[in-house]
């Protein structure tokens, strides 16, 4: 009967304090969410656990005073109205009980990996999986979970849609994360991801190079086999395509400079014939003349950061490429943007950068002038 009436007594306290909590309680999918307060991280991640773990909850967020007067009231109640109090308890402790994340990207996998569902339910699953491989020891887990066999699969989905959604998921749970780039690297994604490449549809390509520059910054393996497979050819088709969306160019300059630092930092690697490749170099100078000035500033740093390499051939960049009529007719478009107030201390920015470019490239002309002598 005692232990009735601490059960009453709590279970008006769990009510009271989930109805005055501060800011609001959304509750969808079996899942409770409480906005505006500030939960321990044991609150959150599983819900309450067990009945006891509900009643600590309660005991711990309520106010003394709150439980002696709910005490009082429990007391006067029969044992029928406690036991009935107990069973409400019971269920609202199930409402409240939160997945875990572990849980909730498995079932999210086995909606992906079961094609006898409606492909809205594969959007869904793939969206929740996004959002979940943020997370870098659930990006992890997702392997235990066969997740990545079921994404890499995705790549050849049917649908753009889902190709697309699948390759973003892989750049996400890649970024920053040896771990996942080994893993994924040996699924064999990387030379699916470089076919998606040529897709016709934007999203996918964006989202494709995304994933490729995710897989393979700053990991060694990844770059080679990128090297292996091409990258450079893939990267200067790109470029040269001036009827493809902007961001792919951006994308791809993007990665063609940090390709470029990861060499520098391990330039006692073998070199690659990738940073000599005459199209692309000059696909890249070329890329100067636009008149978008984050462009610009990309091909500026990726051309820097080659141009810094002992290996680089700088007659290229000369004869080939004609950088220094480039970097010419660039200085005279920044001084046009310096104009405009409202672009004026960018393109400032990107006019340091080009005399950074530009004194490099002197300075290997020069060290060439001098061995040649």
Same mark, same amino acid.
């Not at 959150?44 to 773990?53: H, T």
């Not at 997740?147 to 998921?169: C, M, N, Q, Y």
């Not at 902007?246 to 940090?258: E, M, N, T, Y």
């Given at each position: 009967m005692g232990k009735l009436i601490l059960i009453a007594v709590l279970m008006m306290a769990v009510i009271a304090n989930f109805a005055n909590i501060e800011g609001t309680t959304e509750v969808a999918a079996g899942t409770a969410v409480l906005v505006g307060s500030n939960p321990n991280e044991e609150d959150?991640?599983?819900?309450?656990?067990?009945?006891?773990?509900m009643l600590q909850w309660a005991i711990g967020h309520s106010d003394p005073g709150v439980l002696k007067e709910r005490s009082e009231i429990a007391q006067r109640m029969s044992l029928e109205e406690l036991s009935n109090r107990q069973t409400e308890l019971k269920e609202l402790m199930e409402k409240l009980k939160m997945p875990s994340d572990a849980q909730l990207m498995l079932i999210a996998v086995n909606d992906l990996d079961n094609s006898s569902l409606p492909l809205e339910h594969h959007r869904r699953a793939l969206e929740e999986l996004l959002v979940l491989v943020e997370h870098i020891d659930n990006a992890i887990d997702l392997q235990k979970l066969g997740?990545?066999?079921?994404? #890499? +699969?995705?790549?050849?989905? @049917?649908?753009?849609? /889902?190709?697309?959604? $699948?390759?973003?998921?892989l750049g996400k749970a890649s970024q920053n994360n040896p771990i996942v780039q080994?893993?994924?690297?040996?699924?064999?994604a990387l030379t699916m991801l470089m076919k998606m490449m040529k897709s016709h549809t934007t999203e996918e390509a964006v989202k494709a190079l995304f994933a490729i520059s995710a897989l393979i910054r700053n990991n060694l393996n990844g770059q080679n086999l990128f090297y292996q497979?091409?990258?450079?050819?893939?990267?200067?088709?790109?470029l040269s395509n001036s009827n493809l969306d #902007? +961001?792919?160019?951006?994308? @791809?300059?993007?990665? /063609?400079?940090?390709? $470029?630092?990861?060499?520098?930092?391990?330039?006692?690697?073998?070199e690659v014939s990738f940073f000599s490749n005459q199209l692309l170099l000059k696909a890249m100078v070329d890329s100067m003349a636009s008149s978008d000035l984050d462009l610009q500033e990309k091909a500026l740093y990726a051309i820097k950061n080659i141009?810094?390499?002992?290996?680089?051939?700088?007659?290229?960049?000369?004869?080939y490429c004609k950088l220094n009529e480039a970097l010419e007719i660039t200085r005279k478009q920044l001084q046009q943007f310096m104009v405009d107030d409202d672009l004026r201390e960018y393109a400032t920015d990107v006019e340091s950068l080009r005399k950074e470019v530009e004194l490099t490239f002197l300075q290997k002309l020069d060290k060439v002038r001098k061995k040649s002598i």
């Open positions: 959150i991640d599983g819900g309450f656990s067990s009945l006891d773990g997740g990545f066999s079921v994404l #890499i +699969r995705k790549l050849d989905h @049917s649908e753009p849609e /889902i190709r697309t959604a $699948a390759a973003w998921v080994k893993q994924v690297l040996e699924l064999g497979e091409a990258g450079d050819m893939m990267l200067q088709e790109v #902007i +961001r792919l160019h951006k994308k @791809s300059l993007f990665l /063609i400079a940090d390709l $470029a630092e990861s060499q520098l930092e391990n330039e006692n690697t073998v141009l810094l390499l002992r290996s680089t051939k700088v007659l290229l960049f000369k004869d």
